[in-house]
């Protein structure tokens, strides 16, 4: 499975963002997907994930309640959007996927991994 990461840019604190992340094949309906990030010197840390039907979701304390993922099987497209940016959320966005039905939020878990996209927000 190949993962295309689009979406990331550059943003005032308090504003929005929305990653997308396209699949290549139909089997991403099977698969788990997460978001994770890496900012400078740091390792990468779990953002959020779903499980293959969306119904099941977690994130990090960090983020919830102002991140929402989501997935459109149709689309084979995983979603990220941001609001209430902060500062300290400036990091390259991964997405990855989980050849298994539900997800983790360890990402050595995860079997496919996009490229990234670079998320900058400013104070």
């Known amino acids: 499975v190949q993962l295309q990461a689009s979406g990331g840019g550059l943003v005032q604190a308090g504003g929005s963002l929305r990653l997308s992340c396209a699949a290549s094949e139909r089997t991403f309906r099977n698969y788990a997907m997460g978001w994770f990030r890496q900012a400078p010197g740091m390792e990468r840390e779990f953002v959020a994930a779903?499980?293959?039907?969306?119904?099941?979701?977690g994130y990090a304390d960090s983020v919830k309640g102002r991140f929402t993922i989501s997935r459109d099987n149709a689309k084979i497209t995983v979603y990220l959007q941001m609001n209430s940016l902060k500062p300290e959320d400036t990091a390259v966005y991964y997405c990855a996927a989980r050849s298994r039905l539900f997800y983790h939020t360890n990402y050595h878990e995860y079997d496919f991994w996009g490229q990234g996209t670079q998320v900058t927000v400013s104070s």
């Open positions: 779903l499980s293959y039907s969306g119904d099941s979701t």
